[in-house]
């Protein structure tokens, strides 16, 4: 377990075979950046991808296939061994969650995250059904329902 940015940066030395588990999702942000960086280009590597990836994402770009991508500047090219367990997910689907946003009723919701034509379907059943203003960024514009 590594609890700071340095001790992080020590797994880089701790000798092969070894698992880094990051939970940072999608591979956005967050130490796995760093490991990504290092380990990617290794055809001896593994990186398993769990859970959804959002369209636009690194997690994304590299499950689609990329062969090289930019990671911190750098272009990074995607020789390691890609495998994917999609199964798992920490998300609720859309019925739970407009249960508990229904339970406390927020004066307004702002959809920041996730792929953007899901993101306007999920406002406007809340709109529509719980009756809370709901407004949806993406990262080209933003809509208000």
Excluded at 47 to 65: E, K, N
Aim: glycine residues 8%.
């Amino acid at each position: 377990m590594t609890e700071t940015r340095d001790e992080s940066k020590r797994i880089n030395q701790v000798p092969a075979p070894k698992i880094i588990i990051a939970g940072s999702g999608m591979m956005e942000g967050g130490r796995i950046i760093h490991h990504a960086l290092r380990y990617l280009s290794d055809p001896r590597n593994t990186l398993m991808i769990v859970g959804y990836q959002s369209v636009g994402t690194l997690g994304r770009r590299i499950i689609d296939g990329a062969r090289s991508v930019e990671i911190l500047g750098e272009k990074v090219q995607v020789k390691c061994e890609i495998r994917i367990m999609s199964a798992l997910s920490a998300h609720g689907d859309q019925n739970k969650l407009i249960d508990w946003i229904s339970v406390g009723k927020p004066k307004r919701i702002l959809f920041n995250h996730g792929d953007p034509d899901a993101s306007v379907i999920l406002a406007k059943k809340i709109t529509t059904d719980v009756a809370i203003p709901t407004e949806v960024v993406d990262r080209a514009m933003t809509t208000t329902l």
